[in-house]
T-cell receptor, first 115, second 114 residues
Framework: AQKITQTQPGMFVQEKEAVTLDCTYD???????LFWYKQPSSGEMIFLIY??????QNATEGRYSLNFQKARKSANLVISASQLGDSAMYFC????????????FGAGTTVTVRA | GAGVSQSPSNKVTEKGKDVELRCDPI?????LYWYRQSLGQGLEFLIY????????KSGLPSDRFSAERTGGSVSTLTIQRTQQEDSAVYLC????????????FGQGTRLTVV
């Protein structure tokens, strides 16, 4: 069984500053995928970034980067240069092999960006 | 359509009644997923459809829950004899193939059982 832990229920960040969202996971699988999603108040889940367990380099997508530390089983999301539109709920998730469509989610972290 | 469409957006029902939630995936997407999000929680996998293959129903919480996908397009999630613990947001997603990086989510149906 897989478990995702997000210990920060809510965070405030000043506009233009960077913020790090913590995510740790527990799995006995050697191959897995890690995801971050954003859920604005409108409700839809928006894919942000993906990291494969065998990827040697940390994933980056624009202002999003994933700090992947496999030995520590952590996959923290870094949002650089925060914008007001980044205010949302952020979820860390993972998939096991071979059913890579079956996402397991953490409880989420609410980010509020202040002007 | 332009995105994944779910209806209704909100549904209030009395305990014991049956409800049907509808999902219209993006045209051409062969994979369709249902998830449930309880208040303040992450998403919980319910069911997965891929083309003409048998669906993966392993996430359905009880036999009161069922889902079908007609003609490889529209999907309906049915909850029979609703209970208060069924209150949640039900999210549908679709993708061209089984890939969460390419999955697009709808805005969900908020179900409240009173």
């Amino acid at each position: 069984a897989q478990k995702i832990t997000q210990t920060q229920p809510g965070m405030f960040v000043q506009e233009k500053e960077a913020v790090t969202l913590d995510c740790t996971y527990d799995t006995s699988d050697q191959s897995y995928g890690l995801f971050w999603y954003k859920q604005p108040s409108s409700g839809e889940m928006i894919f942000l970034i993906y990291q494969g367990s065998y990827d040697e380099q940390n994933a980056t997508e624009g202002r999003y980067s994933l700090n992947f530390q496999k030995a520590r089983k952590s996959a923290n999301l870094v949002i650089s240069a925060s914008q007001l539109g980044d205010s949302a709920m952020y979820f860390c998730a993972m998939t096991p092999p071979p059913n890579d469509y079956k996402l397991s989610f953490g409880a989420g972290t609410t980010v509020t960006v202040r002007a | 359509g332009a995105g994944v469409s779910q209806s209704p957006s909100n549904k209030v029902t009395e305990k014991g009644k049956d409800v049907e939630l509808r999902c219209d995936p993006i045209s051409g997407h062969t994979a369709l997923y249902w998830y449930r999000q309880s208040l303040g929680q992450g998403l919980e996998f319910l069911i997965y459809f891929q083309g003409n293959s048998a669906p993966d129903k392993s996430g359905l919480p009880s036999d009161r829950f069922s889902a079908e996908r007609t003609g490889g397009s529209v999907s309906t999630l049915t909850i029979q004899r609703t209970q208060q613990e069924d209150s949640a947001v039900y999210l549908c997603a679709s993708s061209f193939q089984a890939s969460n990086t390419e999955a697009f989510f709808g805005q969900g149906t908020r179900l409240t059982v009173v």
